[in-house]
């Protein structure tokens, strides 16, 4: 919103977006061109987000013009003034209620009845009376207490006193008033550590509470701003029952449980910095989330007073409290200013601003703010022990007494001022006093004094305390976001970032408390020596940091009317205007500012003056201005940038430079404490030799000159908040080592205004001034679809703290100068940014501490009127020590600033010291407690008060209650939402899903609406995972915090999630194994667990007995007595002995019910070859059955087959089991009686084949048959049985239970019979099979690939033919309409020499221990990933969907599923000039090297030349490091290191051609990667697979002619129109010359392809050829953007379907598949897909399928088309029959005698899709639709590259409606040119309104628009305007808003043409809010 006169109206809405492609030789600026010739400001309209929108490119201006300044100003003045309409939003809300508040009286309370608490025994005690004496005589000799208001002190009483102590505790201390006697009193002090009693310790300590409780409630209740309490004895030691340290009563404690109580307070922060712990105020809110403990103090390892553990950082609060417990433990002694000032901006001030207090604050309740758990206290309680002081002998420290008026001064500026502070500790009675009066001179808002001692760098055992405290508390909050992440598994190098690992050690006590204690202080005295030193040390502090009590005015202001006399000769709606000063002064006068102001009388700078910035040419140009007519100057004006003349302006820029030097002189010399120049023009923009951006003379520049210059001023800090950069400035000062300049500005790389790199962080001032320019650039932010209102206070307040205080407190300047533009504020026109005014109040009173109070504000930029003076007006309040309003809450830095912030650091550490603290952090959880994990994700958009919107991101703790409090007195506060917290997703994504705990994704939360009060997340410790038996693993402790806050998410995205969130927990389960031995000590048995010992895989398993069952178990009665009258199975008639079947049904029934009852994930049975193998089996399921009456499972029987009559019985009506039996038969063709199947849960297959000679026989039927049929059936467990006869092979058990394993979760048993003759093979298989069940690698190698045997073909077709009836998997099945053939057997794809030998099973062959080392659980694979490659990103629009945070939140997800850790972590490296030459051309390669050299500008326009790109300077380096990595990949995983890889890589690579970038993608990462594979580690068979929805044409271009790599690419296609719109991605281009067949293309023809599509092209297609072609390594080019929920694809794969397709691949070939990052952008899909990958490779179990898992019809069709393309290449998709036309076709052919009926149903429209892709291309006519049929390719006919010469080019095909709601559709062919086109102007601001109504006639029903001059008007069917309009004008090109069709009136002809896409472009997203497929 911003403000128009006295009336607040709808807010600006942010810059409007242009279209990505600029038209031909137009600007890349973002201007457009108005119809009156004069540029306009393009200002975005926000537009929905939603699934398959595709993101468009945005420019920016390059410049800000006076036009567009104008024209902003006039939309601003000309706005609606209703005094009835209700403002949505008021920003101002805060600064107006502050208005009138001035700073209150501060508080004192003492009393010297506190002196009669002294101990008997040691007169010279620490603790003595005249600790306070001497602070009461210091403050009296200063005056202090003269001007405070004192508070009476009174003893507090016993019902108080109660409410924290116990009544023992207070009995036992009351009788020590009564006892006299000194030997009593020490013999009772020695049962306390460290007390002494006297008889007036009693009424001592009661007063000392009373007078904490009476100051406290008089700071809480407002009667006082602030306040000190003067007391003794302290109190912080003491606890509930316990006398510690010096301390009988805890008065901060007491004081803070009252005022939680009693004023109803919820957020209290309590700063301890006494130099000893006080571990009574922490136990006391160790679990209250309502009260933030802070304590630093000595600790030393804990070997330092009080000795405990609970004082180290590690201690954070438990319950509701984690997290609101800071101890900063100093480890060493001699810790200085700077360590303290090091804590102060790097934890204590960004966590008490994150917990800021809310709305209820204004309204003196100071409730909880609305779901926030950010820390800004409403009140500050201060602990304020002084023992860290200079001298004392207590603490050991260096700390001088002025900076606890600086710590003072700056928690003065959280809660409104309110601030009391309480004695504790302080033992060296005159730094002491010194202490203490600084203290309480700047609660009265003295200036704090400049520090003597020069800030260095923090001590490094302080560093490492800090990051050790980051490391533990920033799970629970999220300011600590400046320290990096790094895995402990990762290989480091030289050249990493530093990081630091924290670890925990603990030297204090470990025995039993003592039964005495020492009474006498042991203090060793100080040598005369040491004395002196400290003596003269303080003397010389107190000399120059001593306190100064100054009454000399304030503030001083200036201001004069006659600098108004400056404005525009041609617009008096200029944004500089006159106005902009007076409605300030206005402002400051009427809330009573200028009053208690000094005012200053303006003077005008002289000619010597502005020449100590400015070129003597430069200032007698400005007098010449002083001649000049309004013409001459309005002509000369356009000379330079941004700036208007007059004839006034020199004397109104001289004045405006003379009213800030003379605001300087008066501050300098002491006059007045602070200035304020209301001034203009403004200056920063000016250089030395000419005007610029609206500045002529640089005023701040000047004044800074002339500090240095005239009064000998030696460091000055220039700090520049506006907007814009201040060039001006910078330049001026670049050399200059006395001034500091530090400039917060809007950057977005290099596009804003002034538009120059100079402005970059990297710019750091040259020569003797290097390191003295501190530039902070804030680049743009968007979030989702619309970019947001830019930076604000948390980002601004983020950069105070981090950079700007530590270094300035570093510089220690002398004057500090601010160049105070407010055009960053709220609702300014020009800015963009959410500052709010309050944050300038704040950002000043931090100031205000620097340079003994010597800040002068000088007015440069700001453009709202009512804003800006807001802004000044507050900074005037900070500067007069009125108390601020609070910030807005959950003030956290979104991602941009974080990262600028950081890049700041990077650069100034090494001119900086203070800035020491930017380490990596380690991910793991080193302590075990709870931590790692990396910082909390934060918005990557969302700033200041905007983010108060949202939910708070926080759980809910459960009402706290008070020790005595009933429950009708429970404080509750309103209720919190939670929301989720992780880094928040661009709003392109349907619904964010964070890793939530699966118990509250699943079901609803189990948090009331009743909690209340804010508290950080909390973390559950992490458990290990029970073995046996078998139980879920807990999720990692990384994404714990982030379940318990998350709610229950709706929506497609939440919904398909949801499995993947569940498999957090689904690890890798025990594995059982039982033997069935004939007789007991079986050779065979033995030889084999011998042979699993021998490779650490017997250990592995969880080994079970065998237990023959009984009959009556496994039998019902009467199938009991028919099968034993048939006497059907052997030896049924005896009870247990012999019986071989019951044997076996026993055995495995223990087996399966282990599985089902979670303690297994599988198992294996092994019997020696006995009959009765199969019906044990049978018998075994029938069995648990009738336990598990839920449970659903397959059996699948390799062999002699279940008896029949078994199945009859058990089997035939159960829905419950699926039974697929295969059995190898001797007659020659396959059987047909038996296939029909005789119920259709028994699916019978028998087969003529000779295992043993190949397997490509029965993994074609496992592939076509079994694997469909099972997915449709959708069991919990697949039981496998084996007869002896088909272990033949050792392939043969391995590769079953890799292709079953994954559709039930690893839920499987496999049942093997063994047979000594054949022991070597079996063996192999048994070992192969249980390494595979164990999720170990093991890959035996395959058999010679042959062709299918013709009677196995038959057996297929036979059994496909006979089940179609029952199974839609075999209906819609693509060779289910093959039909029987006699064609002889078909050759080898395979060239000789790529074909393998055939493997005869040799012992040798198997993998030995050695070998399968590096294979072990966690070590299989490997990792590589890298946070360089998020450098690349889009100038102009942050919402491109191919954004850096890609690959960051896949790696974190990988680590919160704790995948990280159990990966071997490589180190990404750049791909090298020899390697990407192998696919890509020199050409090309230099032009990648030379972007890094091109400017922004440069860069924007020279993307528009190719497809779908943007560049950054930092494109090439990111694309090799992308292609580097999968190198680094591939070289592990071929050198035996690792098994699998997986690569976090981008940008994407897929579509990169030989010789130029397409579609994100700049190198061929994959390409680069298989090419590699092939040449330098000499391999033959490389398989290629890429699942991106859009087609990789940049890989299937370099390999199409290579038949050493196969690609297949399963993608989107939509008949050509979708992305990349190439017929190359058609599945008619199968490869050219050699290559031919090695490309196959699955394309889809249609949106919402899914789970059911995607298996059914693995099942049918990819498996089968994969297998046959038997790669050594598989790469996967793996996009995700056919997940749910991507906005570009449009598709529905789950996260568990890529999982299972990852799985399967692992069995095909040597089994090695590295998985590299494609496409895919819905951040939190690609999370969880890439996560499930990962997973695959590492052998958990995987969450099944659900849903309909029945493609779709024009799946089937795709895949026909597929499979009658490439039969004729791969035996495995050729069963001996020929392609006919889909019976889906036949029925969708239409009559060429009349038009299209309009589709009712989306059948319907995929019918006519296809249609019109037959359509002719002849005509340019509208004409009824003609269809013709489709032509086949010629036999044999040789394809002219991948492309396809022979194809003619397709235009685009227009469906149209003569009017809208037209009965009947046409389609067209429009000419692809026409003359007029030049006639098309671009679209104003970007954007259509579709539903506009004809400006003539006012109808709406059918509209065009002009593309020449954009009037909207009806058609030929309403009243024609628009032809008239045509005719009249000759504006020829005209849109239709009804079908978005153009054509050309005097062409008589619709038009295609790349000139008109914007414009259809945006009529398509206004009309659909969606991207256009394509422009068409």
């Given at each position: 919103m911003y403000c128009v006169g006295q009336y607040w109206m709808a807010e600006d809405k942010p810059e409007r977006k242009t279209s990505g492609r600029n038209p031909p030789g137009g600007s890349v600026a973002a201007a457009v061109a108005d119809t009156d010739?004069?540029?306009?400001?393009?200002?975005?309209?926000?537009?929905?987000?939603?699934?398959?929108?595709?993101?468009?490119?945005?420019?920016?201006?390059?410049?800000?013009?006076?036009?567009?300044?104008?024209n902003v100003y006039k939309r601003q003045v000309t706005l609606s003034q209703d005094d009835s309409a209700e403002p949505i939003f008021d920003p101002m809300a805060k600064a107006q209620e502050s208005l009138m508040v001035v700073r209150g009286k501060t508080g004192v309370v003492y009393c010297h009845q506190m002196t009669n608490h002294l101990c008997f025994w040691d007169p010279q005690h620490m603790e003595k009376p005249e600790r306070l004496l001497c602070i009461l005589d210091r403050c009296q000799e200063l005056g202090l207490l003269q001007e405070c208001e004192r508070l009476e002190c009174r003893a507090a009483k016993e019902e108080e006193v109660l409410n924290l102590h116990s009544p023992a505790h207070f009995g036992l201390l009351q009788t020590t008033s009564s006892i006299t006697d000194q030997e009593k009193l020490?013999?009772?002090?020695?049962?306390?550590?460290?007390?002494?009693?006297?008889?007036?310790?009693?009424?001592?300590?009661?007063?000392?509470?009373?007078?904490?409780?009476?100051?406290?409630?008089?700071?809480?209740?407002?009667?006082?701003?602030?306040?000190?309490?003067?007391?003794?004895?302290?109190?912080?030691?003491?606890?509930?029952?316990?006398?510690?340290?010096?301390?009988?009563?805890?008065?901060?404690?007491?004081?803070?449980?009252?005022?939680?109580?009693?004023?109803?307070?919820?957020?209290?922060?309590?700063?301890?910095?006494?130099?000893?712990?006080?571990?009574?105020?922490?136990?006391?809110?160790?679990?209250?989330?309502?009260?933030?403990y802070f304590s630093i103090h000595r600790y030393e390892h804990g070997s330092f007073w009080p000795n405990l553990r609970e004082?180290?950082?590690?201690?954070?609060?438990?319950?509701?409290?984690?997290?609101?417990?800071?101890?900063?433990?100093?480890?060493?002694?001699?810790?200085?200013?700077?360590?303290?000032?090091?804590?102060?901006?790097?934890?204590?001030?960004?966590?008490?601003?994150?917990?800021?207090?809310?709305?209820?604050?204004?309204?003196?309740?100071?409730?909880?703010?609305?779901?926030?758990?950010?820390?800004?206290?409403?009140?500050?309680?201060?602990?304020?022990?002084?023992?860290?002081?200079?001298?004392?002998?207590?603490?050991?420290?260096?700390?001088?007494?002025?900076?606890?008026?600086?710590?003072?001064?700056?928690l003065m500026t959280l809660a409104q001022g309110k601030v009391a502070v309480v004695l504790e500790g302080g033992y060296y009675l005159p730094s002491l006093a010194e202490s203490a009066a600084m203290t309480l001179s700047a609660l009265l808002g003295h200036p704090c004094?400049?520090?003597?001692?020069?800030?260095?760098?923090?001590?490094?055992?302080?560093?490492?305390?800090?990051?050790?405290?980051?490391?533990?508390?920033?799970?629970?909050?999220?300011?600590?976001?400046?320290?990096?992440?790094?895995?402990?598994?990762?290989?480091?190098?030289?050249?990493?970032?530093?990081?630091?690992?924290?670890?925990?050690?603990?030297?204090?006590?470990?025995?039993?408390?003592?039964?005495?204690?020492?009474?006498?202080?042991?203090?060793?005295?100080?040598?005369?020596?040491?004395?002196?030193?400290?003596?003269?040390?303080?003397?010389?502090?107190?000399?120059?940091?001593?306190?100064?009590?100054?009454?000399?005015?304030?503030?001083?202001?200036?201001?004069?009317?006659?600098?108004?006399?400056?404005?525009?000769?041609?617009?008096?709606?200029h944004p500089e205007r006159p106005e902009r000063i007076r409605r300030v002064w206005e402002m400051l006068s009427r809330v009573g500012v200028v009053e208690r102001c000094r005012v200053l009388q303006s003077r005008r700078a002289q000619h010597e003056e502005v020449e100590l910035v400015h070129t003597k040419e430069h200032v007698e140009f400005m007098y010449k201005l002083e001649s000049m007519d309004e013409e001459e100057l309005q002509i000369l004006q356009?000379?330079?940038?941004?700036?208007?003349?007059?004839?006034?302006?020199?004397?109104?820029?001289?004045?405006?430079?003379?009213?800030?030097?003379?605001?300087?002189?008066?501050?300098?010399?002491?006059?007045?404490?602070a200035g304020v120049g209301l001034i203009r023009p403004p200056g920063h923009h000016a250089e030395p030799d000419q005007p610029h951006g609206f500045c002529f003379y640089n005023n701040v520049a000047v004044a800074a000159r002339h500090a240095i210059h005239n009064l000998g001023c030696q460091r000055v800090l220039i700090v520049d908040w506006d907007v814009h950069h201040g060039n001006g400035i910078q330049h001026a000062f670049e050399e200059e080592p006395r001034v500091l300049y530090v400039s917060l500005h809007r950057y977005d790389h290099g596009l804003f205004f002034p538009s120059s790199e100079d402005a970059n962080f990297d710019r750091v001032g040259r020569g003797p001034g290097e390191g003295f320019t501190i530039n902070i650039p804030w680049n743009k932010v968007h979030r989702g679809e619309r970019m947001m209102s830019g930076m604000g206070d948390a980002e601004y307040m983020a950069a105070f703290t981090q950079v700007i205080m530590p270094v300035a407190y570093q510089f220690n300047p002398q004057l500090v100068l601010v160049a105070a533009g407010f055009d960053a504020a709220r609702g300014d026109p020009l800015g963009g940014c959410r500052t709010s005014p309050e944050c300038y109040g704040h950002m000043t009173s931090l100031l205000a501490g620097l340079a003994e109070g010597r800040v002068v504000l000088a007015l440069e930029g700001g453009y709202n009127l009512t804003t800006i003076s807001y802004c000044m007006t507050l900074c005037a309040k900070a500067l007069l020590g009125d108390p601020m309003p609070p910030l807005e809450a959950q003030l956290v830095p979104n991602k941009s600033a974080v990262h600028t912030i950081n890049e700041v650091i990077s650069v100034h550490s090494k001119y900086w010291s203070a800035l020491c603290f930017q380490v990596e952090l380690p991910l793991q959880d080193v302590l075990q407690q709870g931590c790692g994990g990396g910082p909390q994700g934060v918005d990557s958009g969302v700033s200041g008060s905007e983010a108060s919107l949202s939910p708070s991101p926080i759980s809910i703790p459960s009402p706290v209650k008070s020790r005595d409090s009933s429950p009708s007195t429970t404080t509750t506060t309103s209720p919190y939402v939670s929301a989720p917290s992780s880094p928040a997703k661009p709003i392109f994504m349907e619904c964010e899903v964070k890793t939530n705990d699966v118990q509250e994704c699943l079901s609803d939360?189990?948090?009331?609406?009743?909690?209340?009060?804010?508290?950080?997340?909390?973390?559950?410790?992490?458990?290990?995972?029970?073995?046996?038996?078998?139980?879920?693993?807990?999720?990692?402790?990384?994404?714990?915090?982030?379940?318990?806050?998350?709610?229950?998410?709706?929506?497609?995205?939440?919904?398909?999630?949801?499995?993947?969130i569940a498999s957090q927990s689904l690890v890798k389960g025990p594995t059982g194994v039982v033997c069935v031995e004939r007789d007991k000590g079986?050779?065979?048995?033995?030889?084999?667990?011998?042979?699993?010992?021998?490779?650490?895989?017997?250990?592995?398993?969880?080994?079970?007995?065998?237990?023959?069952?009984?009959?009556?178990?496994?039998?019902?009665?009467?199938?009991?007595?028919?099968?034993?009258?048939?006497?059907?199975?052997?030896?049924?008639?005896?009870?247990?002995?012999?019986?071989?079947?019951?044997?076996?049904?026993?055995?495995?029934?223990?087996?399966?019910?282990?599985?089902?009852?979670?303690?297994?994930?599988?198992?294996?049975?092994?019997?020696?070859?006995?009959?009765?193998?199969?019906?044990?089996?049978?018998?075994?399921?029938?069995?648990?059955?009738?336990?598990?009456?839920?449970?659903?499972?397959?059996?699948?029987?390799?062999?002699?087959?279940?008896?029949?009559?078994?199945?009859?019985?058990?089997?035939?009506?159960?829905?419950?089991?699926?039974?697929?039996?295969?059995?190898?038969?001797?007659?020659?063709?396959?059987?047909?009686?038996?296939?029909?199947?005789?119920?259709?849960?028994?699916?019978?297959?028998?087969?003529?084949?000779?295992i043993a000679e190949s397997s490509h026989d029965y993994l074609t039927l496992v592939h076509q048959l079994l694997l469909p049929v099972i997915y449709e059936f959708g069991p919990q467990m697949v039981v496998m049985t084996a007869a002896c006869e088909w272990n033949i092979y050792p392939a043969f058990l391995p590769n079953m239970a890799g292709l079953f394993l994954p559709v039930t979760s690893d839920r499987l048993v496999m049942a093997v019979e063994i047979d000594q003759q054949r022991s070597i093979v079996v063996n192999e298989g048994i070992v192969g099979a249980l390494s595979t069940l164990l999720g170990r690698p093991y890959h035996p190698k395959m058999s010679q690939s042959e062709s299918l045997r013709p009677e196995v073909c038959q057996t297929i077709l036979e059994v496909m033919k006979a089940q179609q009836g029952n199974w839609k998997s075999l209906r819609y099945h693509a060779l289910a309409s093959l039909v029987t053939s006699s064609t002889g057997k078909q050759e080898s794809l395979l060239p000789s020499h790529l074909q393998q030998q055939t493997i005869k099973p040799q012992e040798d062959a198997l993998l030995k221990p050695k070998e399968l080392e590096c294979f072990k659980e966690g070590q299989s694979v490997c990792l590589v990933y890298s946070e360089a490659m998020k450098e690349h990103l889009n100038y102009a629009d942050s919402t491109h969907p191919e954004c850096p945070d890609r690959i960051s939140c896949i790696f974190e997800q990988l680590c919160n599923f704790g995948i990280v850790e159990r990966c071997q972590r490589l180190k990404a490296r750049e791909a090298t000039l020899q390697e990407l030459e192998r696919v890509h051309s020199s050409r090309h390669i230099k032009f990648m090297s030379g972007l890094q050299a091109l400017k922004p500008s440069e860069l924007h326009h020279l993307e528009n030349s190719f497809d779908s790109i943007y560049l950054h300077r930092r494109t090439n380096r990111c694309a090799l490091l992308a292609a580097g990595s999968i190198l680094t990949a591939v070289d592990c995983v071929m050198s035996g290191s690792c098994q699998h890889g997986v690569a976090v890589v981008r940008p994407p690579g897929h579509h990169a051609e030989r010789n130029n970038p397409c579609g994100f993608c700049f190198y061929n990462s994959v390409g680069v990667a298989a090419q590699h594979a092939v040449t330098s580690h000499h391999l033959q068979r490389v398989l290629v697979l890429d699942w991106d929805v859009h087609h990789g044409n940049g890989t299937q271009h370099m390999f199409e002619s290579d038949p050493r790599v196969l690609y297949i690419s399963i993608h989107r296609y939509d008949n050509g129109r979708f992305f990349p719109g190439s017929a190359d991605a058609n599945y008619n281009r199968v490869g050219l010359k050699k290559g031919k067949g090695f490309n196959i293309n699955i394309p889809w023809n249609k949106g919402g392809m899914g789970d059911a599509e995607y298996l059914a092209a693995f099942l049918e297609v990819v498996l089968p050829v994969a297998t046959e072609f038997n790669p050594q390594l598989v790469l996967i080019s793996a996009g995700f953007d056919a997940a749910v929920g991507d906005p570009l694809g449009g598709c529905n794969v789950t996260p568990e379907c890529y999982g299972h397709m990852t799985k399967f691949l692992t069995c095909v070939g040597d089994g090695r598949v590295i998985v590299a990052l494609e496409g895919g952008y819905n951040l939190t899909s690609i999370s969880y897909c890439m996560t499930l990958c990962a997973k695959a490779l590492l052998g958990d179990p995987l969450p099944c399928l659900s849903g309909n898992l029945t493609p779709c019809q024009s799946a089937v069709d795709s895949l026909i088309n597929v499979v009658g393309a490439h039969c004729k290449f791969w035996s495995s998709l050729n069963l001996k029959g020929k392609m006919v036309e889909s019976p889906r076709k036949q029925a969708s052919s239409i009559s060429t005698q009349r038009p299209i009926s309009s589709p009712t149903s989306s059948q319907a429209v995929d019918e006519l899709a296809a249609s019109l892709s037959q359509v002719s291309m002849a005509e340019a006519t509208p004409r009824k639709i003609q269809t013709e049929e489709k032509k086949e390719e010629a036999p044999g006919g040789e394809l002219e590259g991948a492309c396809g010469g022979g194809h003619e080019d397709s235009a685009t095909t227009l469906i149209l409606s003569d009017c809208l709601g037209a009965q009947e559709l046409y389609a067209v062919v429009p000419v692809s040119w026409c003359p007029h086109l030049e006639e098309v102007q671009p679209v104003p601001d970007g954007t259509l309104n579709t539903s506009s109504a004809c400006e003539e006639c006012y109808d709406t029903s059918e509209n065009w628009c002009c593309l020449t001059c954009y009037k909207v008007l009806c058609g030929r069917f309403v009243s024609e305007h628009m032809l008239m309009h045509g005719v009249c004008e000759e504006h020829h090109m005209v849109l239709s808003f009804s079908d978005l069709s153009i054509w050309c009136y005097a062409c008589d002809s619709y038009v295609h043409n790349p000139v008109l896409f914007e414009a259809k472009r945006a009529a398509h997203l206004d009309k659909f809010g969606l991207e256009p497929p394509e422009c068409s």
């Open positions: 010739g004069k540029t306009k400001e393009t200002v975005p309209r926000e537009s929905g987000g939603g699934i398959g929108k595709n993101r468009r490119l945005a420019s920016i201006r390059s410049r800000i013009s006076i036009e567009e300044l104008k020490e013999d009772l002090s020695s049962r306390f550590d460290s007390v002494y009693f006297h008889p007036g310790t009693f009424e001592s300590a009661l007063l000392a509470a009373g007078g904490t409780l009476d100051l406290v409630d008089a700071v809480a209740s407002g009667r006082l701003q602030n306040g000190f309490a003067i007391v003794r004895p302290p109190g912080h030691h003491a606890m509930e029952s316990e006398f510690c340290g010096y301390s009988f009563i805890n008065n901060v404690a007491l004081a803070t449980r009252q005022a939680l109580n009693t004023h109803g307070l919820s957020r209290i922060l309590i700063v301890d910095w006494d130099v000893h712990h006080g571990q009574g105020t922490q136990q006391a809110f160790y679990s209250d989330p309502r009260v933030l004082s180290n950082y590690d201690y954070i609060g438990q319950g509701n409290g984690k997290g609101f417990n800071f101890n900063v433990p100093l480890n060493s002694i001699g810790m200085a200013n700077q360590d303290f000032l090091a804590i102060l901006h790097q934890v204590l001030l960004p966590v008490a601003y994150e917990f800021s207090p809310e709305l209820v604050i204004v309204s003196a309740g100071f409730d909880a703010a609305i779901g926030c758990h950010e820390f800004g206290p409403e009140l500050v309680i201060v602990s304020g022990g002084f023992d860290s002081a200079v001298g004392d002998s207590k603490g050991e420290m260096e700390v001088s007494p002025g900076l606890y008026a600086h710590l003072t001064s700056h004094p400049s520090l003597m001692d020069p800030i260095i760098q923090p001590s490094k055992s302080l560093q490492e305390t800090l990051l050790s405290l980051v490391y533990v508390q920033r799970p629970y909050w999220k300011c600590f976001q400046y320290q990096g992440s790094f895995s402990l598994e990762e290989v480091r190098g030289d050249s990493d970032p530093k990081t630091f690992t924290p670890s925990l050690s603990f030297m204090g006590l470990t025995s039993c408390r003592p039964l005495r204690f020492p009474t006498r202080d042991n203090v060793e005295p100080r040598t005369p020596e040491a004395l002196q030193r400290i003596n003269d040390k303080f003397q010389c502090l107190r000399q120059k940091e001593g306190v100064r009590v100054r009454f000399e005015p304030r503030l001083c202001l200036v201001y004069d009317e006659g600098m108004e006399l400056h404005h525009s000769l041609t617009e008096g709606e356009e000379s330079y940038k941004s700036v208007y003349l007059h004839p006034k302006t020199n004397d109104c820029a001289l004045l405006s430079a003379g009213c800030l030097l003379q605001v300087v002189e008066e501050v300098w010399q002491g006059r007045a404490r939360s189990k948090e009331t609406a009743s909690s209340v009060g804010a508290r950080p997340r909390t973390q559950q410790p992490k458990k290990t995972p029970n073995r046996t038996p078998h139980k879920p693993r807990q999720a990692s402790n990384r994404s714990v915090d982030r379940q318990r806050s998350t709610p229950k998410k709706h929506g497609k995205v939440a919904a398909a999630m949801q499995a993947a079986g050779s065979l048995a033995e030889t084999i667990v011998n042979q699993c010992q021998a490779l650490d895989l017997w250990q592995a398993c969880n080994v079970l007995s065998s237990q023959p069952a009984m009959k009556a178990e496994v039998f019902p009665e009467k199938i009991l007595q028919h099968l034993c009258s048939a006497n059907v199975v052997n030896g049924l008639r005896g009870e247990r002995t012999g019986d071989a079947s019951l044997q076996i049904a026993g055995s495995v029934a223990k087996l399966l019910q282990e599985i089902l009852d979670g303690k297994f994930q599988n198992g294996m049975a092994l019997t020696e070859a006995m009959d009765g193998l199969h019906s044990g089996v049978a018998l075994a399921v029938h069995s648990v059955l009738s336990i598990h009456s839920k449970a659903r499972m397959v059996v699948v029987d390799f062999g002699n087959c279940v008896e029949p009559e078994i199945l009859d019985h058990l089997f035939s009506h159960e829905p419950r089991v699926l039974v697929l039996s295969v059995r190898q038969c001797q007659y020659a063709s396959g059987s047909t009686s038996r296939n029909k199947g005789r119920y259709s849960n028994v699916l019978s297959v028998d087969i003529n084949c000779n």
